[in-house]
């Protein structure tokens, strides 16, 4: 099965860019890159989405590598918000059903 | 409000008594997960919903745990007999369209705990 490997901890300190590294080698052609992050006590929250190409947004950018098999999330300038445990998602696409494979996730601290 | 809710947000359970855990989706979205979380764990995917067709069962854990969506909005999680192990956040989130990239959005989870 498609999985994801992230390292399990991360520090920043406040107003520095992250960035957040994450393997997936056994990707496949029509599978989407997500990433989510969770607080304490919340489900997981949208962070952004990609196939191939490199895409940016208002919280992140997200840049794929050409072979698909690692990407990395960018957190341009950290808060002490962004604490969180960011998790890299494959989106499979597995005859018409659909699922979202979750890894270990990387628990990201900020330092102010 | 405008997103997932999970109801109840904590359940206290006897090893053996069966639970129910519901969801509400986002009103309008086609596809439905369940998810479970171990304490420190990623989630888990257990079901997934297109409308009211289970399309995908592969992650439940047993055949104690059963899930339904019959009108294809609401969907509830069962777990008979439940277990120590259990105890987990059982996670929902719904999406959309399953064609398009498929943002799921997630509800804030049922946080259930077997004595």
Redesign the interface.
């Known amino acids: 099965d498609a999985k994801t490997t992230q390292p399990n901890s991360m520090e920043s300190n406040e107003e520095e860019p992250v960035h957040l590294p994450c393997n997936h080698s056994t990707i496949s052609g029509t599978d989407?890159i997500?990433w989510?992050r969770q607080l304490p006590?919340?489900?997981?929250?949208?962070v952004i989405?990609g196939?191939t190409s490199n895409v940016n947004n208002r919280m992140a950018s997200l840049a794929i590598a050409e072979d698909r098999k690692s990407s990395t999330l960018i957190l341009h300038r950290a808060t002490l918000r962004d604490a969180a445990v960011y998790?890299c998602i494959l989106?499979l696409?597995?005859s018409?059903?659909?699922?979202?494979?979750?890894?270990?996730?990387t628990r990201l601290k900020v330092l102010a | 409000g405008a997103g997932v809710s999970q109801s109840p947000r904590y359940k206290v359970a006897k090893r053996g008594q069966d639970v129910a855990l519901r969801c509400d989706p986002i009103s309008g979205h086609v596809s439905l997960f369940w998810y479970q979380q171990a304490l420190g764990q990623g989630p888990e995917f257990l079901t997934y919903f297109q409308n009211e067709a289970q399309l995908d069962k592969s992650g439940l854990p047993s055949d104690r745990f059963f899930a339904e969506r019959p009108e294809g909005s609401v969907s509830t999680l069962k777990i008979q007999r439940t277990q120590q192990e259990d105890s987990a956040v059982y996670l929902c989130a719904s999406s959309f369209s399953p064609g398009l990239a498929g943002i799921g959005y997630f509800g804030p989870g049922t946080r259930l705990l077997v004595l």
């Open positions: 989407y997500h989510y006590s919340q489900g997981p929250e949208y989405h196939l998790y989106r696409i597995t018409g059903t659909y699922k979202y494979i979750f890894g270990t996730g």
